[in-house]
Structure formats: structure tokens, C-alpha cells
């Protein structure tokens, strides 16, 4: 039996001549809740297909409990894609018997689940209506009940919250933490730093096709922790400028300064008392998910794939 | 058959037979052919009583006795009338008030170029003044040709020509085995169409929808082809059931009344000739099959290189040619179903189904020719299946612009 639910090493994806992903390796430890965390085009979504079996990888290898990811073992997975689709001329109550049936459960069982997920997730009155008459949202939720009705012992959900309004994502978060509870490993990908860092026990943080750091989301922060450096000030920004600073970024009315490495905090507070600013606040902190990818990625690799700032937590496109 | 692929028929077919279309097309068949059989049932009953009560004035003096039984035959009552002006003022009278359904008026001029005047209450139907027009015009022609009543009886229908074939196991030829097997290609044609276009339309939903990608993550692109190929084909098999049941039973409801209340359209025995037989609905399946197992495969590749329906609509166009080809040339095969070039034709794969199909219904195929094409059908699917199978595992993933062929080339051979 494998400490790991899920390994991939050395996984490598060509299209042509774009490396989609390169040469990545990635743990992921029974019952834990994992971020796969990216800008999009970043490889997150090939590295999910080729977990899937979907893709096979041109290098590397897929484990998944243990062994070669064959049909047996995918049915254990509950896999939600990040482009979603349904029949949509299906009812909802048939449409999930099916999703079950492929994955190995009995029809007369998956639906009794189906029926049970759906009273739950306050769909009980769509049982018998077609899913093309669900509004999106609805139908999301549908798609997530198909993604777990076979009980899976691994989650991985493509972006699951995006496309949700708030209250669904509350929602939907809730289930994702009870799954953990009960003892499901988690890989979820997100370009929503802020989602990440609520739920994830441990990150993978890929750009450019490359992973870029992993581990314990606690042990990340900690050893970050002088990165990082939040102002509150009266006046003009312009001494915010300066080799010390590789990003800056407004947090409820003060910036946090992504500090270089080995970038000292004196030489700003100068530049700070030379432009005849007022100083409310000045202090290292702990950094944001966001803070640390850019510190490792760079500005320009989290900017040029799309990744929205920390505080843009409205959901973008799947 | 694994349980996975078992899922996917059960879904494909049920789906399909639940819907509405599939209800109309068929209730709309079997409605189809009771209205073919209703509508000279229902013509004839029309005004009969007083359209059938038809009274002759002959002026010639020797029409009548020539035209009276003819017209019993087509099922009037006739009465003759001596035909003076009084009679006829009377008689018009009487074809006004309804009282008789019409009279006749036969003179020089009918029997010079067979031109005769009919006063009717209603206007007659078709198929009826025909039926007058020919008894009085074959009884003129009759009586100016004189001699033998039968002789000349037969110089009026057209004749007959006696055909003896004498190459070895060329069976008879009748016009009825050449609608028949016209038909039953052309209805061949179209169900392999539909019923291919359908697993097309399938294989474009899901990918469209994207949903593709999750049925692929608990099986393999071969399962889900082959499953959805077989549910859709079930569900061509289950409408043909049913369209023979229902005919069978229309049959044998339907063809008495129509018998009974028009003895002159059909006889008993032209009917039985016409009424395709197990032989012939055995013929049907088997190509019916070959046929949908290669084409629904090669719709089912073109369905997953495209992203919509409007790029499916171009897409298909060479495999719509393969199919329209053998239809093209279907009449000519049927004439001459034993010409060097109706065999050849009807050997090519894609063009087998259909042509041969055509042959065999004619007699113009050997046992030895039939099952031949069959072993040719056999290896002309399971190559397609080989290549289709592999630009279709490719192509239901890819998404953005439509492969180009040497694209399409390249992933049979990697894939």
C-alpha cells in the first residue's frame, strides 16, 4: 500500500513544439487536500489529463495507488474537468445512474445516491427535468453529484469553483472539507490563490509548464516570511519604485511589497522618509500565496498567463 | 461485452427510442402505407350509390352491346336508353336531381376517334373515368376492327411478349422485383444515412459538450464507439421491427378491405407480388448491417474532427459521395445486373451494400457472389473500424481548428 494516492515523476507533455508541461514530479499523501496552483495556460489542466489517462505523457510516469493509472484504478478517481459537460437532453435522475454505471456502480444505486445528493444539494424538484432546463449553476452542481457518486477515494476537481457565484462556492467548499474529513484525498487546480490558501494543506505551484515550489502550504509561508513587506503611508507613491521591489500590490488600503532576495527593508523606509510621506505602517509579514508565487515566478510569469491579482476573487473563465 | 460498453448501448438507445422523433417516424411509416391503402378504398365508396347507376344512349345502335358487360365489370349498373331529345331532357333532369349518377352519350363521332360525352351529378374520379373511358373506347375500337372477340381483346391491352431467357440461372424478371429492389435500396440508402448521421450528430454532442472527457476518464475511446455504434444500430433494427409488424398487421386488415371495395385495383394474386418476402427482409438486414457498421464508423471519424455542426455539414461530404454514387447508378445495376460493370460496382466496398443488395433482389447475384460481398463487408468494416477507431480517439479530445487530411494521416499512423 502506497503512502501516496497519487505520483507523477518526470512527466513531460509536448504539443508540437510547446512543452505543455516539463519534467514534473508530484506527491500527493493519502487524505491530504492538495492546490495544484497556476496562471491559466500554465500546464495545470494537461498535467490533470495525463493523470486521467486521458493524455499519455511523452516522458515520466503516472502513479496512481501505487501502480499504472488503468481503468480499475481511474474508477476510484472522481474527476470534474475544467470545461464542463453534461447530455444536456438527459434528465438529471438518468443522466447520474449513467455517470455511475460506467464507473462500476448499479444503476438502482446510483440512483438512490443521486437522489440523495440531489435532495442535499437542493436540486430534489429537477430529478425528472432535463438538465438543459437547469440554470448553470444548477447544472454545475449536477456535474460535481456525477463526479462522486461512486464514492471515490481521490478528488480531482479542474477549477471546480469557477464559474460559482459566492454562495455556491461556499458550498461547494464545505463538501470539498467534509470529503477531506472523511479521509478522501484532494487534488484541486486553481488560479484563485485566495481558495487555495483556505483550503489546501499543501500547494504545487507550476508556471511556464515548470513546477516552481511544492509542499506544506505552513512550512511555505514560514520560510517566506521575510519576503514580504506591508507599508501603510499618506502621500505620493513613487518611492515604491526601486530594485528592492519585484511587485507591489494594494491590500485593503496598504501595499504589500514583494521584496527581492536579500533586498534590504532600510533602503526602502529611506527612499520612504526622503519623499516626505506620513508612515502608518511598516512591517514584514507573512505572505500571501499570491506574494510567494510571484517572489518565485516573477511578476511577468504570473502576469503574462492571466493570474489575477490576490484580491480578485470573483472567479474567472474556466 | 464488458459492462462499461453495456452502459453505453442502454444509454444511446434508450435515449433515442424515448424520444419524440422516434415515436413520429414510427407511427408516421405504418399512417403512411394506411393512407396508400384508405385512399382508393375511400375514393370508391365516394357517391357510390348514384355514380354507379349509369345510363347509355346509343345512337350508333351497335356500341352497347360491346360496352354494357365492360362497364358491369368496372361495377356499374347500366341501363340502356333509346335517347330522343324528350328521354335526354328527362335523363339530364334526373343526373341534376341525383336520381343517376350519369349517362353516356355514344354516337358517329365516338366511334370514328373514341370522343363521347358524360353528364355526371359529380365529377368523376380519375381513376374511374378511365375505367368508362376504356369500355367504351376498346368496344369501338372492337367493333370497327371486327373478328374474334378475344383476339382483339388482346391486340387492345398491349400484346404480350414471351421472354425466353437462354443463358443458364437467369431467373424471371418482372416489374415487380424491379420496384421492389429499387425501393429497398433507396430505403437502404436513406436508413444508412439517418442512422450513420446519427452516431455522427453522438459522437459531435459530447464532443461539444465536452462531457467526452469525463466518459473517457473511466473508459477507453474504443468502448465508447463501439457502444454507441451498436445502440444506435439497435435502435434502426427496433424501428424496422416495427414498421414490418405494423405492415404485417396493416396487411392483413387492410388488403381484404381494399379487395373487397376495389376488385378492379389489385388482384389478389398481383399483390403477393408485390409484398417483399422473408428472403427479401433477410437481404435488407444483412446489408442493412454491413452497410451501418461502415459507415456509422466513418461518420463516427468525422463527427470527432470537427467542433460543430455547421463544420460536420462540410465535413462529410466525401462519405455522403459514397453513398450517393451506388445510388446513381442503381437503376442501371438493376437492369442489367449481370453487365461487367454492375458486378465490378457492385464489388467496390463502400458501394457493396447498396448494389449489391440491388443484384440479389433481382436474381442477377449468385449464392456464391452474395457471400462474397458479405466476407468483403466483414473486412471492409473491421478496416474501417482500424482507421476510424484511430482518428477518432484523437480527434475527441482536440479541439480548435479542423485537421487538414495529411493531419488526420498522421494520427492513424501514431495513434
Redesign the interface.
Known amino acids: 500500500m502506497s503512502d501516496f494516492a497519487l505520483r507523477l515523476s518526470g512527466v513531460t507533455k509536448r504539443f508540437g513544439s510547446h512543452t505543455a508541461v516539463d519534467h514534473l514530479d508530484l506527491e500527493v499523501p493519502r487524505g491530504s487536500i492538495y492546490g495544484l496552483l497556476g496562471p491559466n495556460g500554465s500546464g495545470k489542466t494537461t498535467s490533470i489529463r495525463m493523470i486521467m489517462g486521458i493524455l499519455l505523457p511523452d516522458e515520466g510516469r503516472v502513479e496512481l495507488f501505487g501502480s499504472d493509472p488503468d481503468e480499475t484504478r481511474r474508477r476510484r478517481v472522481g474527476y470534474l474537468p475544467e470545461e464542463r459537460g453534461l447530455y444536456r437532453k438527459m434528465k438529471v435522475l438518468d443522466l447520474l445512474a449513467f455517470m455511475g454505471e460506467i464507473r462500476g456502480v448499479a444503476p438502482t444505486e446510483g440512483r438512490r445516491r443521486a437522489g440523495d445528493w440531489l435532495d442535499r444539494l437542493g436540486l430534489q424538484d429537477w430529478i425528472d427535468r432535463k438538465v438543459e432546463d437547469l440554470s448553470k449553476g444548477m447544472q454545475q452542481k449536477v456535474q460535481f453529484v456525477a463526479t462522486v457518486l461512486h464514492q471515490p477515494e481521490l478528488l480531482i476537481l479542474d477549477e471546480p469553483f469557477s464559474g460559482l457565484d459566492p454562495i455556491n462556492q461556499d458550498v461547494l467548499e464545505e463538501i470539498v472539507r467534509e470529503f477531506h474529513r472523511k479521509g478522501t484525498t484532494i487534488l484541486f487546480s486553481t488560479h484563485l490563490m485566495d481558495q487555495a490558501e483556505r483550503l489546501c494543506e499543501r500547494v504545487c505551484l507550476i508556471s511556464r509548464a515548470r513546477k516552481v515550489l511544492d509542499g506544506d502550504l505552513k512550512g511555505l509561508k514560514r520560510a517566506e516570511s521575510r519576503g514580504v513587506l506591508a507599508v501603510g503611508f499618506e502621500g505620493s507613491e513613487g518611492w515604491l519604485e526601486g530594485p528592492e521591489v519585484m511587485a507591489r500590490e494594494a491590500v485593503g488600503g496598504d501595499y504589500h511589497l514583494v521584496l527581492a532576495d536579500g533586498a534590504d527593508p532600510q533602503a526602502i523606509l529611506r527612499r520612504a522618509i526622503a519623499a516626505e510621506v506620513t508612515i502608518r505602517r511598516f512591517e514584514l509579514v507573512e505572505p500571501r500565496l499570491h506574494e510567494i508565487f510571484v517572489h518565485h515566478a516573477g511578476e511577468a510569469a504570473a502576469g503574462d498567463g492571466g493570474m489575477p491579482r490576490a484580491l480578485d476573487g470573483t472567479g474567472g473563465v474556466g | 461485452m464488458n459492462?462499461?460498453v453495456w452502459?453505453?448501448i442502454k444509454?444511446e438507445y434508450?435515449?433515442r427510442v424515448r424520444?419524440k422523433w422516434f415515436v413520429i417516424a414510427t407511427v408516421a411509416g405504418p399512417l403512411l402505407l394506411i393512407g396508400l391503402i384508405a385512399a382508393p378504398i375511400l375514393m370508391a365508396n365516394r357517391g357510390e350509390e348514384r355514380e354507379r347507376t349509369l345510363v347509355v344512349v346509343d345512337r350508333t345502335g351497335v356500341l352497347f352491346p360491346g360496352v354494357q358487360p365492360r362497364l358491369v365489370e368496372a361495377g356499374y349498373a347500366v341501363e340502356a336508353s333509346p335517347g330522343d331529345d324528350a328521354e335526354l331532357e328527362r335523363l339530364t333532369d334526373a343526373v341534376r336531381g341525383g336520381s343517376i349518377g350519369a349517362f353516356l352519350e355514344l354516337d358517329e363521332a365516338t366511334l370514328a376517334r373514341g370522343h363521347f360525352r358524360m353528364r355526371s351529378h359529380e365529377a368523376p374520379s380519375p381513376v374511374r373515368s378511365v375505367l368508362v373511358r376504356q369500355a367504351v373506347v376498346q368496344t369501338a375500337l372492337e367493333v370497327r376492327l371486327g373478328g374474334d372477340t378475344e383476339d382483339v381483346q388482346a391486340l387492345l391491352t398491349g400484346g404480350t411478349l414471351q421472354v425466353d431467357v437462354l443463358s443458364e440461372g437467369a431467373g424471371g424478371f418482372e416489374d415487380a422485383t424491379f420496384v421492389s429492389a429499387y425501393l429497398g435500396a433507396f430505403l437502404l440508402y436513406m436508413s444508412l444515412l439517418f442512422y450513420a448521421v446519427a452516431v455522427m450528430r453522438s459522437v459531435l454532442?459530447?464532443k461539444t459538450?465536452?462531457?467526452?472527457?469525463?466518459?473517457?476518464?473511466?473508459?477507453?475511446p474504443y468502448e465508447l464507439m463501439l457502444g454507441k455504434i451498436l445502440g444506435v444500430g439497435a435502435v434502426g433494427l427496433t424501428q424496422f421491427a416495427l414498421w414490418i409488424l405494423s405492415a404485417g398487421l396493416i396487411f392483413a386488415v387492410g388488403a381484404p378491405a381494399l379487395l373487397a371495395a376495389r376488385p378492379d385495383f389489385m388482384s389478389p394474386e398481383t399483390l403477393a407480388d408485390v409484398l417483399p418476402g422473408a428472403g427479401y427482409a433477410a437481404l435488407f438486414a444483412a446489408y442493412f448491417l454491413g452497410g451501418y457498421f461502415i459507415y456509422s464508423g466513418l461518420y463516427a471519424a468525422v463527427g470527432a474532427t470537427c467542433n460543430s455542426d455547421e463544420e460536420a455539414q462540410q465535413a462529410q461530404m466525401p462519405v455522403v459521395m459514397l453513398l450517393v454514387v451506388p445510388i446513381l447508378f442503381v437503376t442501371q445495376v438493376i437492369q442489367e445486373p449481370e453487365a461487367t460493370l454492375s458486378i465490378a460496382l457492385s464489388f467496390v466496398p463502400f458501394f457493396t451494400p447498396i448494389l449489391m443488395f440491388a443484384r440479389a433482389v433481382v436474381g442477377g447475384a449468385s449464392a456464391l457472389e452474395i457471400a462474397a460481398s458479405m466476407v468483403l463487408m466483414a473486412f471492409t468494416i473491421l478496416a474501417v473500424a482500424w482507421v476510424a477507431g484511430r482518428i477518432y480517439k484523437v480527434g475527441i479530445?482536440m479541439a480548435g481548428k479542423r485537421p487538414t487530411l495529411p493531419e488526420i494521416l498522421r494520427w492513424v499512423r501514431q495513434a
Do not use: D, F, P, Y
Not at chain 2, 459538450?209 to 477507453?220: A, K, P, Q, T, W
Open positions: 459492462a462499461i452502459a453505453v444509454r434508450l435515449q424520444s454532442e459530447e459538450s465536452r462531457i467526452v472527457e469525463v466518459i473517457l476518464s473511466s473508459m477507453r479530445l
